[in-house]
Protein backbone atom coordinates (compact mmCIF):
# COMPACT_ATOMS: atom_id res chain seq x y z
CA UNK A 1 0.00 0.00 0.00
CA UNK A 2 0.93 3.76 -0.59
CA UNK A 3 2.57 5.17 2.67
CA UNK A 4 2.33 7.90 1.53
CA UNK A 5 -1.20 8.56 0.76
CA UNK A 6 -1.70 7.60 3.77
CA UNK A 7 0.25 8.75 6.08
CA UNK A 8 0.40 12.42 5.27
CA UNK A 9 3.54 14.74 6.32
CA UNK A 10 1.12 17.45 7.07
CA UNK A 11 0.58 15.82 10.26
CA UNK A 12 3.24 17.17 11.21
CA UNK A 13 3.06 20.70 10.80
CA UNK A 14 1.33 21.76 13.09
CA UNK A 15 3.54 20.18 15.59
CA UNK A 16 7.08 21.62 13.42
CA UNK A 17 5.56 25.06 13.36
CA UNK A 18 5.06 25.99 16.98
CA UNK A 19 8.55 24.10 17.12
CA UNK A 20 10.46 26.00 14.99
CA UNK A 21 9.00 29.39 16.07
CA UNK A 22 9.12 28.80 19.65
CA UNK A 23 12.11 26.75 20.06
CA UNK A 24 14.49 26.16 17.44
CA UNK A 25 14.35 29.98 16.05
CA UNK A 26 14.92 31.64 18.91
CA UNK A 27 17.96 28.81 19.18
CA UNK A 28 19.44 29.40 16.31
CA UNK A 29 19.30 33.42 16.57
CA UNK A 30 20.60 33.38 19.72
CA UNK A 31 23.72 32.30 18.34
CA UNK A 32 23.56 35.70 16.50
CA UNK A 33 22.23 37.85 19.16
CA UNK A 34 24.85 36.46 22.30
CA UNK A 35 27.40 39.04 19.19
CA UNK A 36 25.26 41.95 20.06
CA UNK A 37 24.13 44.32 22.29
CA UNK A 38 20.37 44.89 22.37
CA UNK A 39 17.29 45.70 23.63
CA UNK A 40 14.71 43.42 21.61
CA UNK A 41 14.86 46.41 19.09
CA UNK A 42 17.83 47.64 17.72
CA UNK A 43 21.29 45.83 18.02
CA UNK A 44 24.85 46.75 17.91
CA UNK A 45 26.97 43.99 16.41
CA UNK A 46 30.10 43.79 19.02
CA UNK A 47 31.67 40.92 18.06
CA UNK A 48 32.89 38.28 21.18
CA UNK A 49 32.71 41.33 23.58
CA UNK A 50 29.90 39.53 25.41
CA UNK A 51 31.39 36.25 26.48
CA UNK A 52 35.05 38.17 27.01
CA UNK A 53 32.97 40.05 29.83
CA UNK A 54 31.29 36.91 30.74
CA UNK A 55 34.66 34.95 31.72
CA UNK A 56 36.65 38.04 32.64
CA UNK A 57 34.39 39.23 35.36
CA UNK A 58 34.64 36.66 38.75
CA UNK A 59 31.38 36.96 39.21
CA UNK A 60 29.33 35.97 35.81
CA UNK A 61 32.67 33.04 35.19
CA UNK A 62 32.14 31.61 38.18
CA UNK A 63 28.44 30.44 37.62
CA UNK A 64 29.83 28.17 34.85
CA UNK A 65 32.01 26.29 37.92
CA UNK A 66 29.25 26.09 39.92
CA UNK A 67 27.12 24.52 36.80
CA UNK A 68 29.59 21.94 36.50
CA UNK A 69 29.95 21.13 40.26
CA UNK A 70 25.79 21.45 41.01
CA UNK A 71 25.03 18.94 37.54
CA UNK A 72 27.56 16.38 38.35
CA UNK A 73 27.76 16.22 42.45
CA UNK A 74 23.57 15.71 42.42
CA UNK A 75 23.79 13.47 39.20
CA UNK A 76 26.24 11.24 41.40
CA UNK A 77 24.20 10.84 44.34
CA UNK A 78 20.92 10.88 42.96
CA UNK A 79 22.41 7.81 41.12
CA UNK A 80 24.25 6.10 44.39
CA UNK A 81 21.62 6.80 46.87
CA UNK A 82 18.73 6.01 44.09
CA UNK A 83 20.38 2.83 43.56
CA UNK A 84 20.56 1.85 47.05
CA UNK A 85 16.94 3.02 48.16
CA UNK A 86 15.64 0.88 45.22
CA UNK A 87 17.53 -2.53 46.13
CA UNK A 88 16.24 -2.20 49.55
CA UNK A 89 12.18 -1.17 47.94
CA UNK A 90 12.70 -4.35 45.72
CA UNK A 91 13.27 -6.78 48.63
CA UNK A 92 10.53 -8.64 50.71
CA UNK A 93 9.79 -6.13 52.94
CA UNK A 94 5.92 -5.82 53.56
CA UNK A 95 5.75 -1.38 53.58
CA UNK A 96 7.86 -0.94 50.26
CA UNK A 97 4.29 0.14 48.92
CA UNK A 98 3.92 3.13 51.48
CA UNK A 99 7.60 3.72 50.97
CA UNK A 100 7.25 4.28 47.31
CA UNK A 101 4.83 6.35 47.62
CA UNK A 102 6.44 8.49 50.37
CA UNK A 103 9.62 8.67 48.18
CA UNK A 104 7.76 9.69 45.29
CA UNK A 105 6.02 12.84 46.61
CA UNK A 106 8.29 15.07 46.65
CA UNK A 107 8.45 14.61 42.85
CA UNK A 108 5.36 16.49 42.37
CA UNK A 109 6.01 19.53 44.79
CA UNK A 110 7.20 22.83 42.95
CA UNK A 111 10.62 23.53 43.40
CA UNK A 112 9.35 26.75 44.80
CA UNK A 113 7.49 25.39 47.40
CA UNK A 114 10.30 22.79 48.14
CA UNK A 115 12.46 25.65 48.47
CA UNK A 116 10.37 27.86 50.98
CA UNK A 117 10.43 24.95 52.92
CA UNK A 118 13.86 23.70 52.80
CA UNK A 119 15.01 27.60 53.57
CA UNK A 120 12.77 27.29 56.81
CA UNK A 121 14.22 23.92 58.19
CA UNK A 122 17.86 25.30 57.06
CA UNK A 123 17.50 28.33 59.25
CA UNK A 124 20.55 29.05 61.11
CA UNK A 125 19.65 29.26 64.30
CA UNK A 126 16.17 28.24 64.74
CA UNK A 127 15.58 25.99 61.57
CA UNK A 128 14.70 22.10 62.75
CA UNK A 129 18.04 20.93 61.39
CA UNK A 130 20.15 22.82 63.47
CA UNK A 131 17.91 22.29 66.61
CA UNK A 132 18.11 17.96 65.83
CA UNK A 133 21.83 18.51 65.62
CA UNK A 134 21.72 21.21 68.34
CA UNK A 135 20.33 18.29 70.83
CA UNK A 136 23.06 15.79 70.29
CA UNK A 137 25.29 18.76 70.79
CA UNK A 138 26.84 19.38 67.46
CA UNK A 139 26.64 23.37 66.49
CA UNK A 140 24.86 22.89 63.02
CA UNK A 141 26.31 25.34 60.12
CA UNK A 142 24.78 28.20 58.81
CA UNK A 143 23.66 26.07 56.05
CA UNK A 144 22.59 28.77 53.16
CA UNK A 145 24.81 31.61 54.42
CA UNK A 146 28.56 30.01 54.97
CA UNK A 147 30.00 30.66 51.49
CA UNK A 148 31.54 27.42 51.28
CA UNK A 149 28.62 25.65 52.03
CA UNK A 150 25.75 26.92 50.15
CA UNK A 151 26.00 25.39 46.87
CA UNK A 152 26.17 21.88 48.71
CA UNK A 153 22.97 22.77 50.86
CA UNK A 154 21.00 23.29 47.99
CA UNK A 155 22.43 20.38 46.35
CA UNK A 156 21.43 18.58 49.19
CA UNK A 157 17.46 19.65 48.75
CA UNK A 158 17.74 19.09 44.94
CA UNK A 159 18.81 15.43 46.00
CA UNK A 160 16.34 14.96 48.24
CA UNK A 161 13.63 16.36 45.37
CA UNK A 162 14.96 14.43 42.66
CA UNK A 163 16.19 11.61 44.15
CA UNK A 164 12.90 9.69 43.77
CA UNK A 165 12.17 9.36 39.91
CA UNK A 166 15.90 7.38 39.66
CA UNK A 167 14.76 5.52 41.88
CA UNK A 168 11.32 4.72 40.32
CA UNK A 169 13.85 4.27 37.17
CA UNK A 170 16.17 1.94 39.38
CA UNK A 171 12.95 -0.61 40.50
CA UNK A 172 11.70 -0.71 37.16
CA UNK A 173 14.95 -1.92 36.53
CA UNK A 174 15.48 -4.29 39.22
CA UNK A 175 12.38 -5.78 38.65
CA UNK A 176 12.97 -6.59 35.26
CA UNK A 177 15.44 -8.83 35.86
CA UNK A 178 15.09 -12.54 35.45
CA UNK A 179 15.09 -14.37 38.47
CA UNK A 180 17.08 -17.37 36.88
CA UNK A 181 20.23 -14.99 37.03
CA UNK A 182 19.83 -14.69 41.01
CA UNK A 183 19.43 -18.69 41.20
CA UNK A 184 21.98 -19.60 39.61
CA UNK A 185 23.93 -16.87 41.75
CA UNK A 186 22.66 -18.72 44.77
CA UNK A 187 23.76 -22.17 43.65
CA UNK A 188 27.22 -20.86 43.01
CA UNK A 189 27.31 -19.93 46.66
CA UNK A 190 27.28 -16.14 45.61
CA UNK A 191 27.03 -13.60 49.25
CA UNK A 192 24.56 -10.72 48.35
CA UNK A 193 27.09 -8.74 47.83
CA UNK A 194 28.46 -10.56 45.08
CA UNK A 195 24.76 -11.26 43.74
CA UNK A 196 24.47 -7.37 43.54
CA UNK A 197 28.15 -6.37 42.22
CA UNK A 198 28.32 -8.74 39.52
CA UNK A 199 24.31 -9.31 38.26
CA UNK A 200 22.16 -6.05 39.49
CA UNK A 201 25.10 -3.73 38.55
CA UNK A 202 25.69 -4.93 35.03
CA UNK A 203 21.54 -5.87 34.24
CA UNK A 204 20.51 -1.76 35.07
CA UNK A 205 23.13 -0.34 33.51
CA UNK A 206 20.45 1.05 31.13
CA UNK A 207 18.33 2.46 33.64
CA UNK A 208 21.90 3.48 34.94
CA UNK A 209 23.00 5.70 32.07
CA UNK A 210 19.05 6.93 31.74
CA UNK A 211 19.31 8.71 35.07
CA UNK A 212 22.67 9.87 34.93
CA UNK A 213 22.02 11.28 31.50
CA UNK A 214 18.58 12.58 32.46
CA UNK A 215 19.38 14.17 36.00
CA UNK A 216 23.12 16.14 34.31
CA UNK A 217 20.85 17.63 31.81
CA UNK A 218 18.72 18.27 34.93
CA UNK A 219 21.23 19.93 36.80
CA UNK A 220 22.65 22.07 33.99
CA UNK A 221 19.71 23.63 33.71
CA UNK A 222 18.33 23.98 36.54
CA UNK A 223 17.01 27.69 38.30
CA UNK A 224 13.90 27.45 40.36
CA UNK A 225 14.67 25.67 43.55
CA UNK A 226 18.17 27.57 43.31
CA UNK A 227 16.55 30.81 42.74
CA UNK A 228 13.71 30.16 45.62
CA UNK A 229 16.47 28.93 48.16
CA UNK A 230 19.26 31.52 47.62
CA UNK A 231 18.87 33.70 44.84
CA UNK A 232 23.07 33.08 43.85
CA UNK A 233 23.69 34.22 47.09
CA UNK A 234 25.69 34.74 49.40
CA UNK A 235 27.05 37.02 47.32
CA UNK A 236 27.49 34.60 44.24
CA UNK A 237 28.81 31.38 45.19
CA UNK A 238 25.52 29.68 44.37
CA UNK A 239 24.84 31.08 40.56
CA UNK A 240 24.72 29.27 38.25
CA UNK A 241 24.42 29.90 34.26
CA UNK A 242 20.92 29.89 34.07
CA UNK A 243 20.51 32.21 37.09
CA UNK A 244 23.31 34.69 35.71
CA UNK A 245 20.94 34.71 32.20
CA UNK A 246 18.35 36.07 34.42
CA UNK A 247 20.27 38.00 36.05
CA UNK A 248 21.28 39.89 33.12
CA UNK A 249 17.74 39.92 32.01
CA UNK A 250 16.37 41.66 34.88
CA UNK A 251 19.60 44.38 34.38
CA UNK A 252 18.68 44.92 30.86
CA UNK A 253 21.89 43.14 29.63
CA UNK A 254 19.93 41.30 26.78
CA UNK A 255 23.44 40.65 24.69
CA UNK A 256 24.83 39.37 27.55
CA UNK A 257 21.89 37.41 28.97
CA UNK A 258 21.98 35.69 25.79
CA UNK A 259 25.51 34.64 25.83
CA UNK A 260 25.10 32.87 29.28
CA UNK A 261 22.50 31.31 27.63
CA UNK A 262 24.86 30.27 24.49
CA UNK A 263 27.10 28.97 27.28
CA UNK A 264 24.71 26.87 28.47
CA UNK A 265 23.65 24.73 25.22
CA UNK A 266 27.41 24.82 24.66
CA UNK A 267 28.21 23.19 27.86
CA UNK A 268 25.59 21.04 27.44
CA UNK A 269 26.12 19.61 24.30
CA UNK A 270 29.21 19.35 24.80
CA UNK A 271 29.09 17.27 28.10
CA UNK A 272 25.48 15.15 27.38
CA UNK A 273 25.64 14.05 23.69
CA UNK A 274 29.58 12.35 24.23
CA UNK A 275 28.58 10.89 27.51
CA UNK A 276 25.52 9.61 25.89
CA UNK A 277 27.35 8.05 23.62
CA UNK A 278 29.76 6.30 25.96
CA UNK A 279 27.56 4.71 28.08
CA UNK A 280 25.33 3.47 25.53
CA UNK A 281 28.26 2.06 24.03
CA UNK A 282 28.98 -0.19 27.20
CA UNK A 283 25.30 -1.43 27.54
CA UNK A 284 24.77 -5.09 28.59
CA UNK A 285 21.84 -6.30 27.03
CA UNK A 286 19.50 -8.41 29.44
CA UNK B 1 14.54 -18.68 58.04
CA UNK B 2 13.28 -17.17 60.93
CA UNK B 3 16.08 -14.88 60.75
CA UNK B 4 15.35 -14.12 57.77
CA UNK B 5 11.59 -13.24 58.72
CA UNK B 6 13.39 -11.10 61.27
CA UNK B 7 15.84 -9.21 59.25
CA UNK B 8 13.03 -7.99 57.12
CA UNK B 9 11.04 -6.97 59.77
CA UNK B 10 13.96 -5.06 60.69
CA UNK B 11 14.11 -3.75 57.70
CA UNK B 12 10.51 -2.58 57.11
CA UNK B 13 10.88 -0.87 60.47
CA UNK B 14 14.05 1.13 59.95
CA UNK B 15 12.77 1.88 56.34
CA UNK B 16 9.57 3.25 57.36
CA UNK B 17 11.99 5.63 60.30
CA UNK B 18 13.95 6.94 58.30
CA UNK B 19 11.63 7.48 55.08
CA UNK B 20 9.33 9.00 57.34
CA UNK B 21 12.25 11.28 58.79
CA UNK B 22 13.60 12.62 55.47
CA UNK B 23 10.72 12.60 53.26
CA UNK B 24 7.68 13.29 55.57
CA UNK B 25 8.90 15.32 58.53
CA UNK B 26 9.39 18.61 56.27
CA UNK B 27 5.61 18.07 54.82
CA UNK B 28 4.22 17.27 58.39
CA UNK B 29 6.27 20.67 59.11
CA UNK B 30 4.89 23.00 56.65
CA UNK B 31 1.25 21.77 57.87
CA UNK B 32 1.25 22.01 61.53
CA UNK B 33 3.05 25.53 61.41
CA UNK B 34 0.47 26.74 58.86
CA UNK B 35 -2.13 26.25 61.62
CA UNK B 36 -0.27 28.27 64.24
CA UNK B 37 -0.68 32.04 64.74
CA UNK B 38 2.44 34.87 63.35
CA UNK B 39 4.35 34.50 66.24
CA UNK B 40 4.55 31.10 67.28
CA UNK B 41 4.95 29.49 63.62
CA UNK B 42 8.35 32.03 63.19
CA UNK B 43 9.95 29.88 65.98
CA UNK B 44 9.27 27.22 63.57
CA UNK B 45 9.33 24.31 65.65
CA UNK B 46 7.51 20.91 65.21
CA UNK B 47 5.25 21.13 67.85
CA UNK B 48 1.59 21.08 67.67
CA UNK B 49 0.03 24.74 67.27
CA UNK B 50 -1.66 25.80 71.06
CA UNK B 51 -4.75 27.38 69.02
CA UNK B 52 -5.65 25.96 65.69
CA UNK B 53 -5.43 29.10 63.02
CA UNK B 54 -7.51 27.86 60.34
CA UNK B 55 -8.24 31.63 59.48
CA UNK B 56 -5.03 31.43 57.68
CA UNK B 57 -6.16 29.76 54.96
CA UNK B 58 -8.84 32.13 54.51
CA UNK B 59 -6.37 35.07 55.09
CA UNK B 60 -4.12 33.36 52.12
CA UNK B 61 -7.05 33.65 49.75
CA UNK B 62 -8.41 36.99 50.86
CA UNK B 63 -4.59 38.33 50.59
CA UNK B 64 -4.13 40.90 47.63
CA UNK B 65 -7.33 40.62 46.44
CA UNK B 66 -7.96 37.28 46.01
CA UNK B 67 -4.99 36.88 43.77
CA UNK B 68 -4.42 33.64 44.49
CA UNK B 69 -7.99 32.84 43.06
CA UNK B 70 -6.90 34.74 39.67
CA UNK B 71 -3.23 32.77 39.53
CA UNK B 72 -5.24 29.46 40.57
CA UNK B 73 -7.64 30.17 37.18
CA UNK B 74 -4.87 31.34 35.14
CA UNK B 75 -2.80 28.55 36.17
CA UNK B 76 -5.56 25.85 34.88
CA UNK B 77 -6.17 28.16 31.91
CA UNK B 78 -2.64 27.32 30.90
CA UNK B 79 -2.66 23.82 31.83
CA UNK B 80 -5.47 22.79 29.86
CA UNK B 81 -5.07 25.02 27.25
CA UNK B 82 -1.63 23.60 26.56
CA UNK B 83 -2.72 20.13 27.18
CA UNK B 84 -5.29 20.67 24.49
CA UNK B 85 -2.80 21.69 22.34
CA UNK B 86 0.09 19.02 22.97
CA UNK B 87 -2.78 16.17 22.79
CA UNK B 88 -3.88 17.26 18.95
CA UNK B 89 -0.21 18.96 17.42
CA UNK B 90 1.78 15.43 19.70
CA UNK B 91 -0.36 12.39 18.78
CA UNK B 92 -0.68 13.50 14.90
CA UNK B 93 3.32 13.99 14.84
CA UNK B 94 3.85 10.99 17.03
CA UNK B 95 1.54 8.76 14.33
CA UNK B 96 3.41 9.59 11.32
CA UNK B 97 7.01 9.84 12.73
CA UNK B 98 6.25 6.02 13.52
CA UNK B 99 4.65 4.99 10.74
CA UNK B 100 6.77 6.98 8.14
CA UNK B 101 10.42 6.91 7.53
CA UNK B 102 11.61 8.81 5.03
CA UNK B 103 14.22 11.55 4.71
CA UNK B 104 11.23 14.05 6.04
CA UNK B 105 10.76 11.91 9.29
CA UNK B 106 14.27 11.64 9.82
CA UNK B 107 15.33 15.29 10.11
CA UNK B 108 12.16 16.09 12.03
CA UNK B 109 12.87 13.50 14.66
CA UNK B 110 16.35 14.56 14.92
CA UNK B 111 14.87 17.82 15.57
CA UNK B 112 12.55 17.35 17.49
CA UNK B 113 14.84 15.47 20.23
CA UNK B 114 17.18 17.92 20.64
CA UNK B 115 14.35 19.95 22.66
CA UNK B 116 14.63 17.09 25.39
CA UNK B 117 18.09 18.18 26.14
CA UNK B 118 18.65 21.51 25.26
CA UNK B 119 17.05 24.13 27.26
CA UNK B 120 15.05 27.12 25.70
CA UNK B 121 17.27 30.42 24.49
CA UNK B 122 15.01 32.87 26.71
CA UNK B 123 15.83 36.29 25.32
CA UNK B 124 15.16 35.59 21.35
CA UNK B 125 12.16 33.90 22.47
CA UNK B 126 10.78 36.97 23.83
CA UNK B 127 11.92 38.84 20.99
CA UNK B 128 9.75 36.80 18.44
CA UNK B 129 6.81 36.80 20.83
CA UNK B 130 7.01 40.47 20.90
CA UNK B 131 7.08 40.29 16.87
CA UNK B 132 4.11 38.50 17.05
CA UNK B 133 2.19 40.52 19.13
CA UNK B 134 1.97 37.97 22.05
CA UNK B 135 3.91 38.82 24.81
CA UNK B 136 2.50 38.71 28.36
CA UNK B 137 -0.12 36.98 27.04
CA UNK B 138 -1.96 33.71 27.80
CA UNK B 139 -2.23 32.95 24.41
CA UNK B 140 1.26 33.19 23.85
CA UNK B 141 2.65 31.68 27.27
CA UNK B 142 0.17 28.63 25.91
CA UNK B 143 2.22 28.11 22.64
CA UNK B 144 5.36 28.54 24.70
CA UNK B 145 4.59 25.58 26.90
CA UNK B 146 3.63 23.92 24.43
CA UNK B 147 6.52 24.06 22.21
CA UNK B 148 8.85 23.22 25.07
CA UNK B 149 6.95 19.91 26.00
CA UNK B 150 6.03 18.95 21.74
CA UNK B 151 9.72 16.64 22.00
CA UNK B 152 8.07 14.69 25.29
CA UNK B 153 5.08 14.03 24.24
CA UNK B 154 6.15 13.51 20.78
CA UNK B 155 8.45 10.63 21.89
CA UNK B 156 5.75 8.61 24.16
CA UNK B 157 3.31 9.08 21.33
CA UNK B 158 5.70 7.55 18.85
CA UNK B 159 7.19 5.05 21.34
CA UNK B 160 3.09 4.08 21.84
CA UNK B 161 2.22 3.57 18.15
CA UNK B 162 4.62 0.93 17.84
CA UNK B 163 2.63 -1.24 19.53
CA UNK B 164 -0.63 -0.81 17.25
CA UNK B 165 -0.65 -3.06 14.53
CA UNK B 166 -0.62 -1.56 11.22
CA UNK B 167 -3.47 -4.02 9.67
CA UNK B 168 -5.70 -1.55 11.51
CA UNK B 169 -5.22 1.24 9.39
CA UNK B 170 -4.65 -0.95 6.25
CA UNK B 171 -8.27 -2.33 6.63
CA UNK B 172 -9.54 0.90 7.47
CA UNK B 173 -7.52 2.54 4.14
CA UNK B 174 -9.35 -0.78 1.99
CA UNK B 175 -12.23 0.08 3.10
CA UNK B 176 -12.00 3.44 1.91
CA UNK B 177 -11.77 5.50 5.33
CA UNK B 178 -10.27 8.86 4.19
CA UNK B 179 -6.62 9.94 5.97
CA UNK B 180 -7.85 12.19 8.63
CA UNK B 181 -11.07 9.55 9.44
CA UNK B 182 -8.40 6.89 9.58
CA UNK B 183 -6.87 8.76 12.29
CA UNK B 184 -9.83 10.69 13.99
CA UNK B 185 -11.85 7.24 14.57
CA UNK B 186 -9.31 4.40 14.52
CA UNK B 187 -6.16 5.44 15.56
CA UNK B 188 -6.75 8.21 18.29
CA UNK B 189 -9.51 6.12 20.33
CA UNK B 190 -6.63 3.74 20.45
CA UNK B 191 -4.11 5.71 22.26
CA UNK B 192 -5.71 6.78 24.95
CA UNK B 193 -3.61 4.75 27.62
CA UNK B 194 -0.41 7.09 26.62
CA UNK B 195 -2.69 9.74 26.07
CA UNK B 196 -3.98 9.71 30.04
CA UNK B 197 -0.34 9.25 30.77
CA UNK B 198 0.71 12.29 28.67
CA UNK B 199 -1.83 14.43 30.23
CA UNK B 200 -0.75 13.61 33.75
CA UNK B 201 2.44 14.34 33.42
CA UNK B 202 2.42 17.15 31.58
CA UNK B 203 0.06 18.65 33.87
CA UNK B 204 2.82 18.02 36.87
CA UNK B 205 5.39 20.06 34.72
CA UNK B 206 3.07 22.53 33.54
CA UNK B 207 1.33 23.77 36.40
CA UNK B 208 4.70 23.62 38.95
CA UNK B 209 6.33 25.75 35.95
CA UNK B 210 7.80 28.49 37.47
CA UNK B 211 10.56 29.58 35.57
CA UNK B 212 8.88 30.11 31.67
CA UNK B 213 5.59 32.53 33.32
CA UNK B 214 8.59 33.96 35.19
CA UNK B 215 10.00 35.17 31.46
CA UNK B 216 7.48 35.05 29.11
CA UNK B 217 4.32 35.81 31.23
CA UNK B 218 5.02 38.71 33.66
CA UNK B 219 2.37 41.32 35.38
CA UNK B 220 0.31 40.60 38.29
CA UNK B 221 -3.14 40.29 36.08
CA UNK B 222 -1.12 36.78 34.32
CA UNK B 223 0.01 35.36 37.46
CA UNK B 224 0.09 32.05 37.70
CA UNK B 225 0.30 29.80 40.78
CA UNK B 226 3.52 29.61 40.82
CA UNK B 227 5.05 33.27 40.70
CA UNK B 228 1.80 34.13 43.69
CA UNK B 229 4.19 32.02 45.53
CA UNK B 230 7.47 33.20 44.66
CA UNK B 231 6.17 36.49 45.40
CA UNK B 232 4.22 35.26 48.45
CA UNK B 233 7.80 34.36 49.74
CA UNK B 234 9.10 38.18 49.88
CA UNK B 235 5.96 39.49 50.97
CA UNK B 236 5.49 37.57 54.26
CA UNK B 237 9.07 36.08 54.97
CA UNK B 238 8.04 37.28 58.82
CA UNK B 239 4.71 34.89 58.66
CA UNK B 240 5.68 31.33 57.94
CA UNK B 241 2.20 30.56 59.20
CA UNK B 242 0.53 32.59 56.19
CA UNK B 243 3.71 31.55 54.03
CA UNK B 244 3.08 27.44 54.63
CA UNK B 245 -0.29 28.07 54.01
CA UNK B 246 0.11 29.05 50.55
CA UNK B 247 2.19 26.78 49.68
CA UNK B 248 -0.19 23.89 50.96
CA UNK B 249 -2.69 25.66 48.85
CA UNK B 250 -1.41 25.60 45.63
CA UNK B 251 0.45 21.78 46.39
CA UNK B 252 -3.07 20.50 47.17
CA UNK B 253 -3.98 20.00 43.40
CA UNK B 254 -1.12 17.77 42.90
CA UNK B 255 -1.72 15.52 46.24
CA UNK B 256 -5.02 15.10 44.96
CA UNK B 257 -3.52 14.18 41.88
CA UNK B 258 -1.33 11.90 43.36
CA UNK B 259 -3.75 9.75 45.89
CA UNK B 260 -5.92 9.27 42.41
CA UNK B 261 -3.58 8.68 40.20
CA UNK B 262 -0.36 7.00 42.77
CA UNK B 263 0.39 4.38 39.83
CA UNK B 264 0.02 5.92 36.92
CA UNK B 265 2.29 8.69 37.38
CA UNK B 266 5.03 6.44 38.28
CA UNK B 267 4.44 4.10 35.34
CA UNK B 268 4.24 6.66 33.16
CA UNK B 269 7.25 8.93 34.08
CA UNK B 270 9.57 5.16 34.15
CA UNK B 271 8.20 4.84 30.64
CA UNK B 272 8.84 8.50 29.33
CA UNK B 273 12.47 8.51 31.35
CA UNK B 274 13.39 4.99 30.15
CA UNK B 275 12.54 5.77 26.16
CA UNK B 276 13.69 8.87 26.42
Redo the contacts between chains.
Keep these: ?N???????W??V???A??L???????V??LF?SLTIWD?KDYTFVGLDNFKTFFGEHSLSISVKNTLIYAFSTSGLKVIIAFFIAL?LT?????KN????????????????IG???K??M?PS???IN?VLGAIGIAGPNWLGDTNLALFSVIAVDV?KGVS?ST??FI?GISSIDSSYYEAASIDGATRWQTIRHIVIPLVR??MN??I??SL?GGL?C??LI??MTKGGPGFVTDVL?SV??KQ?AAGF?GL??AG??I??VL??LI??PLQKFLNSREVYN | MNKKKRLTLLGDILGCIFGILIFAVPFLFMLINALKDRKEANLLKLTLPTEWMWDNFKQVFEANNYLIVTAFKNSILLTVGSLILLIVVGSMAGYVLQRRSDKTTKFVSTLVMTGLMIPPAILPTIWIMQGLHIYKTMFGMILIETALQIPFTIMLYRGFMNTIPVELEEAGYIDGCTRTDLFVKIIFPLLKPVTSTIIILNAVTIFNDFTNPLYFLPGTKNATVQLTLYNFMGRYSSSYNLLFADVLIITIPMLILFLFFNQKIVDGMVAGAVKG
Design positions: MKKKIYSNFLPAVIFIFFIIPMTSFLFSKIRTFLRSLVFFPNLVSAIAIVFALHKGLAWIVIATSTIILIRFDWAAVYYYSTNVMFIAAF
